[in-house]
């Protein structure tokens, strides 16, 4: 089964630094897609950026890349020059990649960022 | 309106009412999801559709109907829910495929409580 585990609760960090959300995954297939949401308290989850199992590069998007370590089952988001406004839950997500259907995505507990002035 | 809609973002209601939750998505997409998200918990799927036709049933209890008409709405009936049915209720919607990223884009949730 497939399982995706964020082992930091809450993490803390400076203003204008940059922070490291951890994310382990679990899977036996061969061709699945990693994702990056993030939750403000109104609720809404928001898509920040996605790691296919096939691609070689990191993926980024703007001040968020994702380190994709395959062999160790890892796809961490890292956050540069933190903003006010990433204060948030983030959640990490694993999707099976089945031809021409929706995938489920399978979420972590998330981790709760706080971004200090 | 543009992405994801939901109505009503908040709902109350008694364990012997029947209600329903509505989502519509207006980016043109063929899957459409529910997810639940309670307190201290990650989201759980609920319901997955794929051009219309149910996929996926996450072993829900059947007090939770799920309804698509077409590939732009979606609902949830609700009836004879429990308290501990009380949560966030997260519609999302994504392009079927295997390339790329086809993300889910979500709607705003509706916070539901039941009494």
């Known amino acids: 089964a497939q399982k995706i585990t964020q082992t930091q609760p809450g993490m803390f960090v400076q203003e204008k630094e940059a922070v490291t959300l951890d994310c382990t995954y679990d899977t036996s297939d061969q061709s699945y897609g990693l994702f990056w949401y993030k939750q403000p308290s109104s609720g809404e989850m928001i898509f920040l950026i996605y790691q296919g199992s096939y691609d070689e590069q990191n993926a980024t998007e703007g001040r968020y890349s994702l380190n994709f370590q395959k062999a160790r089952k890892s796809a961490n988001l890292v956050i540069s020059a933190s903003q006010l406004g990433d204060s948030a839950m983030y959640f990490c997500?694993?999707?099976?990649?089945?031809?021409?259907?929706?995938?489920?995505?399978?979420f972590g507990q998330g981790t709760e960022l706080s971004v200090k002035p | 309106e543009t992405g994801v809609t939901q109505t009503p973002r908040h709902l109350v209601m008694g364990m012997t009412n029947k209600k329903s939750l509505k989502c519509e998505q207006h980016?043109?997409?063929?899957?459409m999801y529910w997810y639940k998200q309670s307190a201290k918990k990650p989201l759980e799927l609920m319901f997955v559709y794929n051009f219309k036709e149910q996929t996926e049933n996450n072993s829900v209890p059947s007090r939770f109907s799920p309804e698509c008409p077409n590939s732009s709405h979606l609902f949830l009936h609700l009836h004879t829910l429990q308290p501990e049915d009380s949560a966030l209720y997260l519609c999302?919607?994504?392009?079927?495929?295997?390339?790329?990223?086809?993300?889910?884009?979500f709607g705003p949730g509706t916070r539901l409580t039941v009494l």
């Open positions: 997500a694993m999707r099976e990649l089945i031809y021409n259907q929706g995938g489920k995505l399978i």
């Open positions: 980016l043109g997409h063929n899957a």
């Open positions: 999302a919607s994504s392009q079927p495929g295997t390339t790329g990223g086809n993300e889910q884009f």
